[in-house]
């Protein structure tokens, strides 16, 4: 999964092929893969959910 500024959305590499004109199976729907609370949060959260966000991303 990518995390951007803005957007979340799934990482998914095997879709690059088509940019490159090569064939490319259709994959099957996977439903949701980015979980629903991701989408709740905001740019105006307060600190202590930005430290808990560079926390999940630290390895």
Same mark, same amino acid.
């Given at each position: /999964?990518?995390?951007?500024?803005?957007?979340? %959305?799934?990482?998914? @590499?095997?879709r690059v /092929?088509?940019?490159?004109?090569?064939?490319? %199976?259709?994959?099957? @729907?996977?439903?949701e893969t980015v979980?629903?609370?991701?989408?709740?949060?905001?740019?105006?959260?307060?600190?202590?959910?930005?430290?808990?966000?560079?926390?999940?991303?630290?390895?």
């Amino acid at each position: /999964m990518l995390l951007y500024d803005i957007a979340v %959305e799934a990482y998914s @590499p095997q879709r690059v /092929m088509r940019q490159f004109g090569l064939y490319q %199976e259709v994959p099957v @729907p996977l439903g949701e893969t980015v979980p629903p609370k991701i989408h709740l949060q905001n740019r105006k959260a307060d600190a202590s959910v930005r430290r808990n966000i560079f926390a999940k991303m630290t390895p």
